[in-house]
């Protein structure tokens, strides 16, 4: 007979799986290890609620679950083991964090009594990598780790979003707790409603200006406030321009629309940033990449900064009016209140002049230009695109026109190579294992490719647009303008058969020389499982316009 005063128990090990499914978790990333080994047995146990991704390396489940909350816009969750497991997450957290993505890393460690004894794969996961997440935590106490996992999925969800690390020893998830209270979940919403700095002198700017230009940034696509920009937009006559991590916050097909401005941005966009008496910058961090020299940015122009990370705000541009809360809140009261303004038509004669230069058609070669307009045409606005880092990726960022917000799926803050695989596997699987692109080069590629066995494992539809030019392109374009082509390092000399690697894989592989071949091969592609195309390019393609690092409008290079 059971007594009455009967006390329900419940392993650590348990708790994790139990949490992550009341969080709304459905998908986890990761790979099993002995200090992970109870959390797996449940995860086994748990198989019809809540769904694992193997993945054939660590960083390749950081990347993914990366993906996978940018496209879902939900916060995702990684598992790994403590030790090398934890230390292989290191570069996906960087990218989340300089990204602003909400991931939860759960790592396991030795057993408590153990810590501090240099036991096998002891590593201080939480101080690697304090300085690269937005919280961390070690869960010295089984009755604190439901608490613990519900307060950093609601971290790294909330304000301005980022990874948080729960560090969770074995002797942890081994033990049971007593009377396991459900901390209560706080509704998602847009906020408090709270900001600070004067919505009425940013409105008065606005006002005064004849030439205003709108800088949308990754805080744009965060927040959903795409159609407030919009608004706004269309009252002042304003165009808008992106920073990378801004790509698709607009359609591309709006007719003020300029897409990337920067380094690399394209010519229409960084000429009227340049040219603009205003710049209201919404949800960006001024990165070098996207300003240029620091000192001469705006120079002539009035500078509004609305972000929901005052630490952002004047940190690298100083701006002449400032707010400091949530975009969900400013930007509908910004746009309802932005009445009586007139367009200037010169500015927005030389908006259009700007916009038409830029849509140039594709001369129907095989330049980079050539392939990523054919494959742009061939898929719907509704098609994921992810990238690598390198040339490759600021050519997609000039020439692929995107309509619908968390399409372009990029390493921002921190470019790192080999990105690209893993961030294509978690957003298909976020679609619904829709068709999904991946733009990647032979050096970016290099990094990863073993998540191809990932992606054939998950019989995921992704097309892999490899443009092969057996360089590392973008150092040896660096290398070729400011080093008088001395290029140390940056030719690869390799001999890979990337379609036969494909098939080894169990993926569809093709070579191709020219755009006819590449329109059968992106036709040949199956629907079930990825595909890799080769594109054979030209070593000394050049990623143009581009502004040489610290320059400024003057010094663009055509």
Known sequence: MLRMDYILQKSGAAIVVE??????????????GGYVINIYDELYKNSDKIKHVLTAHEQGAAHAADAYARVSDTTSAVIATGGPGATNLVTGIANAYLDSVPVVFITGNVPTPMRGGDSFQEIDTVGVTMPIVKHSFIV??????????????????SGRKGPVLVDIPK??????????????????GSGSGVYTGSLDDALDALRDSSRPYIYCGGGVISSGTGGDVLRLSGKLGAPVGASMMGIGAVPDSYELSLGMSGMHGRYGSTVAMAEADLILALGVRFSDRATGNAREYGKNAKIIHIDIDAAEIGKNVRPD???????????????ERCGGVTPNASWLSKVAELKSADAEVAAGGFTPRDIIRLVNGMHDSSTIVATDVGQHQMWVAQHYRFEQPRK???SGGLGAMGFGLGAAIGACIACG???TILFTSDGSFGMNLTELATAVAQILPITIVLLNNGVLGMLRQWQALFLEGRYSATTLDRKTDFPALAKAFGAAGFAVSCINELEAAL??????????????????????PMIPDGGTLADMLY
């Not at 009016?321 to 746009?335: F, H, K, N, T, W």
């Not at 036709?523 to 143009?544: F, R, T």
């Open 408 to 410: 372009f799926i990029t």
């Open 171 to 188: 002797s942890v998830q081994l033990a049971c707790a007593e009377n396991d209270e459900l901390p209560a979940r706080p509704e998602k």
């Open 433 to 435: 294992r829709k068709r």
């Open 321 to 335: 009016v400032s707010l400091c809360g949530d975009l969900r809140i400013i930007l509908p009261e910004l746009a």
């Open 19 to 32: 949490e992550l499914i009341r969080q709304g978790v459905d998908v986890v990333f990761g790979y099993p």
């Open 140 to 157: 010295r106490d089984v009755q604190e780790l439901r608490r613990t996992l519900a307060e950093a999925f609601m971290i790294a969800g």
């Open 523 to 544: 036709l040949a592609a199956p629907d079930a499982g990825p595909s890799l195309i080769d594109c054979s390019i030209d070593m000394d393609e050049k990623v143009y």
